[in-house]
């Protein structure tokens, strides 16, 4: 067996025939974990701002001497509008 079969499937996509903000995310995960990163972008353009938010998030928890919520909030703003912009071209 293959971790595909292991995967979630959108219940947005089964209810509504439309993806949702996050349909690719998976999929671009793998694609990262096999190395190939331009089609992980092509899949869900938002997962490496997504990563860097989580990597981030991280350091904040760890590191509390320094405060990274201006940079958290930037990364945060750049997934959530490029989600947005993605999702609006591949249903639109």
Sequence with gaps: MA???YMLSCPNKKIFG???????????????SEGKFVEAFYMFPAIYP??????????NFIDKKRHYGKVMIFLALV????MIISYFCKNF
Excluded at 79 to 82: D, P
Aim: aromatic fraction near 6%; hydrophobic fraction near 60%.
């Design 3 to 5: 971790i595909e079969d």
């Design 18 to 32: 439309m993806e949702c903000f996050g349909c690719g995310s998976q999929r671009a995960l793998l694609l990262i």
């Design 50 to 59: 997504l990563i860097l938010f989580v990597l981030v998030s991280a350091i």
């Design 79 to 82: 997934s959530v509008i490029t």
